[in-house]
């Protein structure tokens, strides 16, 4: 059994609560329940009743009959094999209403489906948030492979991150305005790149993403996976979202990765479509 952890107060049941907290009625098995399924959130593993317990400071016993609640809800899944929980899908399609208020998702997800068909890999549907600063992913389709990558609805990266970002920073960089590099420059640095980046190799690889359709990441923002994006813009051509794959390096050659590249930019644009009605030049 993995040993409890030391979790953030945002976490903890009642009794570690801030003092300056507004006053006010509160349930205490719903505010034990949203720390269970925070816990959950943020653990890379399955956790069992007893170290759920522990960790939230609440007795074994009640810790026990709001995870049964929650499993019968279909918000958590238990393994009967060793009796531990995770989040279920009753939570990840809350998570994604939230996230995805307009139901995007599940407007083209038929699309997104098309792509991990036909060419493998993991096909992401990521948000661009309305202050620029990061991309949030909205749903995701998986391919039949044994071995895939794993990513969670919900995740948050900066902008210019990966393929994605490389595509964004070049409709950016279309100006050709000294502020808008600028501006570039500094949302560049904010990318944790694990095998290195220069910014101006990005900044060439960037603007040659706009002009072909579609960008590709091959294991400089994450060390041994390949992205490829293309852009979903909205009818004045600014994007909005971003379909993209994600491999393991080696599974694809230069070929394949433009194969894929040109069939996310038409799904992309099938996309537009559906999603703002029609589709930008």
């Not at 026990?64 to 019968?72: G, P």
């Not at 661009?128 to 749903?139: N, P, Q, W």
Request: with cysteine.
């Amino acid at each position: 059994m993995a040993p409890a952890r030391t979790l953030p107060d945002t976490l903890k049941a009642p009794g570690a609560a801030d003092e300056g907290a507004a006053a006010g009625p509160v349930v205490n098995s719903v505010v034990h329940a949203l720390a269970v399924l925070r816990l959950l959130a943020r653990s890379d593993d399955a956790i069992g009743v007893t170290v759920i317990a522990k960790s939230l400071n609440i007795k074994r016993s009640s810790a026990f009959n709001i995870l049964k609640t929650l499993s019968s809800e279909n918000f958590l899944s238990f393994n009967e094999l060793t009796k531990r929980y995770s989040l279920g899908p009753g939570a990840l399609d809350l998570a994604r209403l939230a996230l995805d208020g307009n139901r995007t998702f599940n407007r083209i997800r038929s699309l997104i489906a098309d792509v991990s068909d036909e060419f493998g890999g993991t096909t992401q549907l990521w948000k661009l948030k309305s202050d620029e600063e990061r991309l949030i992913l909205v749903g995701l389709v998986e391919s039949r492979a044994i071995m895939r990558i794993q990513v969670s609805v919900g995740q948050r990266i900066p902008a210019l991150s990966g393929a994605a970002g490389r595509y964004y920073a070049g409709h950016l960089l279309q100006s050709n305005r000294e502020k808008d590099r600028d501006r570039v420059r500094q949302r560049f640095e904010r990318v944790r790149w694990e095998d290195g980046m220069d910014f101006e190799k990005f900044s060439k690889e960037a603007k040659a993403s706009v002009k072909r359709g579609w960008a590709v990441d091959d294991g400089q923002f994450i060390k041994g996976v390949v992205t490829v994006a293309a852009a979903i813009c909205d009818t004045n051509g600014s994007p909005e979202f971003y379909l993209t794959n994600t491999t393991f390096a080696g599974q694809r050659t230069s070929e394949g990765i433009a194969q894929l590249g040109a069939a996310l930019s038409n799904h992309a644009r099938q996309a537009e479509v559906a999603i703002f009605g029609s589709a930008t030049d």
